[in-house]
């Protein structure tokens, strides 16, 4: 965690000082979309319905887990959905790009690559939304982009917010805050989704990530979990909220004498993984997995999700059908 998040977590005093900066943010970010919204600023429509999973704040929330729920509920419901995403942290400049399942997280970025073995869907990376899109409209007849809610240069048919227990946080835009936008802009999304939270309004709807079994890195095609280490020498994760991977770790009482945490979407080396039987994300896997050794295992979860969120998502494809 660096220091304005540790900052935001501690509500830091000092943050205010950069009031004048959020001031700044604010004006940008509203006259950007007033552009997009009186159309001085081009939007494309594609001829696919779009869905934009994504949230008005920085950090991990849950978003990929929720993507990867969504798309095997299309699949189950007979779509050929397809996923699109800028590909963060990857080296990749050639777009738009299709990921391969055998493509390293370096190049692609770790949650494309991670969506892209776990659904077999098209999953394509372009920073150009609207490119991007274009790709993948030719061969998928529902998208769906991960993160982007900001990218209104897409336009989309359905939004969807993932937000976390610190929601809107103290409510303040970047920097003082952790927000992109202004908490007003809940009021225009179609649905939001509380990652073990409280429900406050009625169009949330609240999300569980069920923790699956254990798997090690290698050989991990196979699925064998038997043999489990009786206590882990480091649990360890890369991700938005490393803490939570922490208390799922307490609550399900496994066992480690060390916690590990590193920045969001971390670019491992086998250098910062330390000596012993390390437990690690899902996310924290796809990047570690071209030099794990058998010592390493990661934690998969499943998002789920209460009410009829999944049906009234499938009532409104059908009605832009």
Excluded at 9 to 29: D, E, H, I, M, R
Excluded at 146 to 167: P, T
Excluded at 228 to 242: A, E, Q, V, Y
Aim: with cysteine; net charge neutral; proline share 6%.
């Amino acid at each position: 965690m660096n220091t304005i998040e540790r900052a935001w977590s501690k509500q830091a005093k000092w943050l205010y000082l950069l009031a004048p900066l959020s001031a700044l943010f604010c004006c940008l970010s509203t006259i950007r979309r007033v552009l997009y919204n009186i159309n001085l600023k081009a939007s494309h429509k594609l001829d696919v319905p779009v869905i934009v999973v994504g949230n008005i704040s920085v950090g991990g929330n849950g978003k990929t887990p929720t993507v990867l729920a969504i798309v095997e509920h299309l699949i189950a419901q007979g779509y050929q959905p397809g996923i699109l995403s800028r590909g963060y942290g990857g080296a990749c400049k050639r777009f738009p790009y299709r990921v391969k399942t055998d493509d390293v997280a370096q190049y692609v970025g770790d949650e494309p690559l991670l969506m892209a073995q776990e659904t077999n869907v098209p999953v394509i990376i372009d920073p150009n939304r609207v490119r991007g899109g274009q790709q993948l409209a030719k061969i998928c007849d529902v998208i769906v982009c991960d993160d982007g809610l900001q990218h209104y240069a897409l336009q989309r048919d359905i939004e969807i917010v993932v937000m976390d227990e610190r929601r809107v946080g103290n409510g303040w835009l970047l920097p003082v805050g952790n927000l992109r936008e202004l908490p007003q802009r809940l009021n225009d999304v179609d649905f939001i989704i509380i990652n073990s939270a409280t429900l406050q309004h009625p169009n949330e709807y609240y999300m569980e990530l069920t923790p699956q079994s254990i798997i090690p890195l290698l050989n991990s095609e196979d699925k064998q979990s038997e043999h489990l280490p009786s206590k882990f020498d480091f649990i360890m994760t890369g991700i938005g909220n490393p803490r939570r991977f922490e208390e799922t770790c307490d609550r399900l009482n496994i066992q480690y004498a060390n916690s590990l945490f590193y920045d969001d979407h971390f670019a491992y080396s086998p250098a910062d993984v330390p000596s012993g039987v390390i437990l690690m994300t899902q996310k924290d896997a796809v990047k570690c997995r071209a030099f794990a050794l058998p010592s390493w295992y990661y934690l998969p979860v499943k998002a789920s999700f209460s009410g009829d969120f999944l049906v009234q998502l499938s009532d409104k494809l059908r009605l832009l059908r």
